[in-house]
């Protein structure tokens, strides 16, 4: 049938709006396509409404282009059907394995938004669900790929770090990459910002150097410096992935297949011949336990092999914060003064250099965490890590005491006198959250007691730092409600026999 | 926050667009909910959209009487958290049993739309897969009988009839509620409209009665005449209902446990203390075989007894249409010359005595069937048909050959000879859609063949009937394409000893 078509900016996404009597017309139901003929053919979702009316279509604005229509033409508009994809999804549904041609079609429908986010969310809770066996997840990593750029390198090997993060405080990626370039190996390191963490690698990298560069320039930064630390979001990279975050965030999932593939596609473009996985695990992370974590090591070495990446993981301890700072300008901080030789937090320079050690070990060379420690202590590392800032921008004769954290300090004392038995990083993470971090680039908070130690009644156990009073002063409320620190006497319990009458 | 707000069409649900800067301001994500502060707080899904400028949210009207606000007032905007029911969902992917307490506010959040397209398709995508036991789904039955009205009848007990639907021709509805009412029974009937398939009861019922009524209207002409044939859309009976199929429909699934609810609760509202289940069975239906039939019958009975229905089944042959006509006024026509007297579609006449049959027993009666079979003969049925008709402002004096189906009309005549050995329901459902039904009234399908007939080549097999000339032949080629009907010899296939050489 012909209608009107009025243009408005109601969404991205291609999608009409019609009321319920011309929907019937057309024989389209709401969450439906219809097909719009102008000079073009383009697909719409279809909303029904009653806010629509009759003989008049309301288009989102990006079908205007894909139409060649404006306002006020009158247009042919007829049901379309779904996507032969829909199907695709409703196998897994039933359980059954898709096949490569399956798995790409529906890779390529979200990613040119021929599905819709009902049919996303089925697709991604079917996989929560039924999940998918290697074969498939190697064939999800690869479509996936194949939606953005591969980066090329004129050297090879490549090696790669990724951390499954969880932890808060966990700055050790820079200290691995410098480490790594200074041995003589290229690691051309893409992180991700804070998705819902208080930090992400690239949040505190970017408070003294860029971290938002093309692929052409992370290559040739790799290639003339060994190393780079770059903000993967930047680069074309499986772009198919950001369509999807958005679908698992309000669903608080991540399936295993999509989160394997996920984390696996943005290695395979930027072309990883050798790479590193960190498993963070402890209460209150992704990994609770080393039984978990295992699984997890077993899932992405097998799908190392199917994808030709040599995959070693480090399952590392996560019970509590790595070192003593969360939040950019503090975790930056805490970072180059280790890059400057200062011998703490020891959990920092331990992790650091044991994950660094197996990346050397990875490129041949035998007792990896000595060497790498060396390469530390040595200040080649340093010398490596100011030849990357300055790559990216940044100065050259950096200094860690040149980045100053927030102006508004709160501190949080213990409410009585014991030992640390737990700290919370959920709890900690929502009080940096709530004092501005990640973006307020000097909030966050700076440890002084971890797990372990004795702490006296009215002793500081942390300070809150912010860019904003007012947020530092919530966040001290949440930390006064939330209490992070769990602080008890030596004795837990006393069990006494009933008294008798 | 303090944001500008301007009211836009955009959605009929509860949404805000923001950029992402701003989002990302106050913490929020695409699909996140935020809540807006005005005269009065409201909570709506967000939208992130570059279509939208810095310092401004784009609200959907719908939001203007929610919040109290006017264009360009500066509200404020802040995260809101997802309600606690989208962790219940989780659960249920991850296979637990939920509360009762749970499946009702999962019922209440969709109903007042406080749960997103995203989150109704994760439910619905988990129930599809790990199911409901017998005792969640009558949580989930009597929830949702809760979001709608309940009809309290004066009279006790109360029968009812449901048809789970598959098999075009279904007419019997009409003829069971006669023959009951006759019997001294009451039956409000209420039914629906065509979803899938080309006639629903109501849309050919409405060829010559009214059937949008209210639940006092309903209830009225039930206790006055025993039986009424009215539309359950236009009653207020788990509303819910029609918000689920919206997201039910693109995803083509209907999970066994919203299946059942739906159905229940629809019969729970109306008061029915005795129901009859009619699972139609057969190749091209929801039920293809009598094992899964049985396996329906025995979660409809489960399901009747712990909410106080005495249901029992009817396991019905739906290999082929149910009589000859498929079509609003074709179907109207045959049910009424066989409550006028007329002896066949013998099919269709057995089907409703067996079912009015049933319900006579479930009454007190002996020998139903014999007894359905006597009240439609003896013309008390077409009495009590034409009470229920006048009371639902027809035409007492009603003759099935006062309606006339369309005038344009097509035969599809056999390419060959030999016997009927298969029809295809669902081909003949396109078919009849594609020359209108169920929208054009006068629009369907006369059969002239039913299975193991003999056919002679060129014999007509079907008539194609529509109120638009251009749809009878669109539907005609569509037969051409579709060939319904598979027409052998006695001999299928001829096996014979391979040769000598």
Redesign the interface.
Known sequence: MNIKVRF?????EPTA?MNAEDA??I?A????RVRIDGKRSAIALL?V????GPGEV?LS?CLKGMTGASDGDELGISYAS?PES?RS??RK?D?ERLSKEEIRAIVMDILENRL???????W???L???GMDIEEIADFTEAMVDTGDRVEFSRSPVYDFHSMGGVPGNKVTPIVVAIAAAAGLMLPKTSSRAISSACGTSDFVETFCDVEMDAETLRRISEEVGGVLAWGGAMNLAPVDDLVI??E?????NPRAQMLASILSKKLAIGATHLVVDIPTGAGTKVPTIEVAKAYARDFMDLGEKLNIHVECAITYADQPVGSAIGPKLEARECIRILEGCKHPASVIEKACDIAGMILEMGGMVNGGERAREILDSGAAMKKFREMVAAQKGDYDIKADDIVPGEFVAEVASVNSGYVHSISNKDLVSIA?AAGAP?DKGAGILLFKKKGQRVEKGEVLFEIYGDNKAKVERAKELAAKYKPYDIEGMLLKRIAAPRTR
């Open positions: 408005l900016n109601i969404s991205a709006l019937q017309k024989g139901k709401d969450n439906d909303n409404s009653e806010i629509v309301v604005v779904s829909v999804i409703r549904m359980g819709s986010k009902i049919e996303i969310s089925a991604l809770t079917a929560y669900i039924n958005k679908v965030h309000p669903l608080g999932i959250k973006s």
